[in-house]
């Protein structure tokens, strides 16, 4: 049997930035045995392939007026396209959406994530034998983002960050995707209130190999 193949599609913590980083250059990231993806990799075994797309300040459906191409709908079936044929579509955005400067609600944050979960389900000659799988994500939490570097960008939302999972389940069970809730299971730094230390990236990484040998397992 061909390796299974699987597509990670999220933002910086996909990525793999530091949260030691500042804004300023040289950024560091962690290394690909390190990043959760990496770790899931290694969980699964030689009969998986996992395709890590991160992007640092992806969004779900906004275009950034500051930071330009991270809109995540703008990119994504030229994604799936490019990396077929599938067998498996995680997709964990959201984070971004919370960047005051968009102002929207958790509700529309999650309808942004389920509108990439409904064009994933209709790319169906991107997945083998044409049977889209897709695992919605919500994103952990932000932490105390407010006072660190990133505080002019994200502070005043944290709030708002701990309401989204009832909104992505919502979402899950109206397209019918498998749902996945990480701030059930990670932590966002206390360095920078908004990216993984490596250790998280390490629980997240086991946990997500889990689920997808079970979605794997239900699917036959």
């Not at 005051?100 to 169906?124: N, W, Y």
């Not at 919500?138 to 105390?144: Q, T």
């Not at 960050?161 to 397209?175: H, I, N």
Request: aromatic fraction near 8%; glycine fraction near 10%.
């Amino acid at each position: 049997m061909d390796k299974r193949r699987i597509l990670v599609f999220g933002d910086s913590n996909t990525w793999g930035w530091n949260p030691s980083n500042t804004l300023k250059p040289p950024i560091v990231r962690w290394s690909d045995e390190e990043r959760f993806t990496g770790v899931m990799q290694k969980e699964l075994g030689d009969g998986y392939t996992v395709i890590t797309e991160g992007l640092n300040g992806r969004t779900t459906v906004w275009d950034d007026p500051i930071e330009e191409y991270r809109c995540g709908k703008a990119v994504l079936i030229p994604l799936l396209d490019s990396h077929a044929p599938l067998d498996l579509v995680i997709i964990m955005l959201g984070t971004n959406d919370l960047k005051r400067r968009f102002s929207v609600t958790p509700r529309d944050i999650a309808e942004g994530a389920g509108q990439l979960a409904a064009k994933t389900l209709c790319q169906v000659y991107d997945f083998r034998d044409q049977k889209p799988e897709v695992l919605l994500i919500c994103p952990p939490r932000l932490g105390d983002v407010g006072r660190t570097h990133f505080g002019p960008v994200f502070g005043g939302n944290e709030d708002k960050s701990t309401r989204l999972a009832p909104f992505y389940k919502e979402m899950a069970d109206m397209y019918g995707v498998h749902f996945l809730n990480a701030d059930e299971i990670v932590k966002s730094s206390k360095t920078d209130g908004l990216h993984w230390d490596a250790d998280q990236h390490e629980k997240m990484g086991k946990v997500l190999a889990e689920e997808i040998e079970k979605i794997f397992d239900r699917a036959g």
